[in-house]
């Protein structure tokens, strides 16, 4: 079935421990993003993709980066984790037509939950 | 900042009740999106009503949508132990491919 999926589903890392969380998908989409979302919180987006064109959110720390070698992966880097870190990553898809298109529809991963200790 | 802003926070039903939430927002939207999640999960698109619907129904689902008071509702009606999770409404509103969510309802239905 087609999908997004996520390695590892938990992540324990040290405090400055360098981690990179990796997602792919098969439904061949344009659009990937990737969400913090904490305890009880709503997902906040961090930055996406729109093909190659990386989007980041203005208000995410410079200690989160991603790469996107392909179609398929997108991985999110972690340069430094620190203990406010420590939350659920999820990864989505969506296919846009256009840059700044209508985003329809959706389709997460399950989450890496990520601990710092 | 957020777009949506969901009420009530939580909601605790029996089975076989009908169970209500509401999204307000506040800038104009292209559409709207409910999407569930189940504790420890990723999120499952229920629904999207664009901003020219009313309403909309799927299944068990009804969702209406008040473009002049900048609200939404979603209806679950005879509610499962299963429907047990988080709802949170998420809205685009033009620009760079993205959804803002709301702080999300958590809805618990006991048996």
Known sequence: DAMV?????????QFGKPVTLSCSQTLNHNVMYWYQQKSSQAPKLL?????KDFNNEADTPDNFQS?????????LDIRSPGLGDAAMYLCATSRVQGAGGPSDTQY?????????L | SQQGEEDPQALSIQEGENATMNCSYKTSIN?????????GRGLVHLILIRSNEREKHSGRLRVTLDTSKKSSSLLITASRAADTASYFCATYSG????????AG????VHP
């Open chain 1, 5 to 13: 999926i996520q390695n590892p589903r938990y992540q324990v890392t």
């Open chain 1, 67 to 75: 790469r996107r070698p392909n179609t398929s992966f997108c991985f």
């Open chain 2, 105 to 108: 309802t958590r809805l618990a």
């Open chain 2, 31 to 39: 559409n709207l999106q409910w999407y569930r999640q189940n504790s």
């Open chain 2, 95 to 102: 620009g760079y491919n993205k959804l803002i969510f709301g």
């Open chain 1, 108 to 116: 997460f991963g399950p989450g890496t939950r990520l601990t710092v």
């Open chain 1, 47 to 51: 930055f996406h993709y729109y093909d």
